[in-house]
Structure formats: structure tokens, C-alpha cells
Nanobody
Framework: VQLQASGGGSVQAGGSLRLSCAAS????????IHWFRQAPGKERNFVAA???????TYAQSAKGRVTISRDNAKNTVYLEMNSLKPEDTAVYYC????????????????WGKGTQVTVSS
């Protein structure tokens, strides 16, 4: 499966963004789609994941401000982020694996190119 993240941009603190991860391939709903983010000089960390059936998993730091959803008919997963903070500034990546949710970037089978999110104070 090929993944393409989009929707990043520059927003002020308190704002919102919706990121999209568009996937190619007819078996899209068999994959668990994950979002990770990587801030400058830091490791790539797990944000959220959603299974083909819609089961959601969030990193503790994302709970309450982030919502992950998917539209299998459009082969797209969304990451809606609210009340953004400067510390949310990062490149956001979507990734996929077929077996189970994992917070470990090394467990992903496929990655898309990232999309930059910049939050100014």
C-alpha cells in the first residue's frame, strides 16, 4: 500500500488542523493506519491509530485533542487536531501495518511522506 499524508500547515496556538492520509490499493481496510510525528531533533513518536473496523488507539498525550477517523470508501484516514500548541509542531507521518496496533515506528510496514505542522504562539 502507498500512503500520502497531506493537510499540514501553519496555525496559531489554539487552532485546528485536519490531516489526511490517502492510500492506494484495494486492501486498504485490512490495514491499521497509524499517525506518528517527529519534532526537530526528536524521535518519531506514535500519535494515534485506527483499525479497518474503526477501533481507535491514542497516545496518552493526544487524548482529548486528537480524533482519528477513516473512510474506507475513500481509502483515507483523517487526523483532526484541536487546541494546537507550539509543542505540536512536527512533521506528521502516516504508516500502516496489517496485524495489530503498535506504538513502535519500527513495526510499521509502510510509510508515507510526512506533512509539516507548525504551531506558533
Amino acid at each position: 500500500v502507498q500512503l500520502q499524508a497531506s493537510g499540514g500547515g501553519s496555525v496559531q496556538a489554539g487552532g485546528s488542523l485536519r490531516l489526511s492520509c490517502a492510500a492506494s490499493g484495494r486492501t486498504f481496510n485490512s490495514y491499521i493506519i497509524h499517525w506518528f510525528r517527529q519534532a526537530p531533533g526528536k524521535e518519531r513518536n506514535f500519535v494515534a491509530a485506527i483499525s479497518g473496523g474503526g477501533g481507535r488507539t491514542y497516545a496518552q498525550s493526544a487524548k482529548g485533542r486528537v480524533t482519528i477517523s477513516r473512510d474506507n470508501a475513500k481509502n483515507t484516514v483523517y487526523l483532526e487536531m484541536n487546541s494546537l500548541k507550539p509543542e505540536d509542531t512536527a512533521v506528521y507521518y502516516c504508516a500502516a501495518r496489517s496485524t495489530s496496533v503498535s506504538p513502535n515506528r519500527g513495526d510499521m510496514s509502510y510509510w508515507g511522506k510526512g506533512t509539516q505542522v507548525t504551531v506558533s504562539s
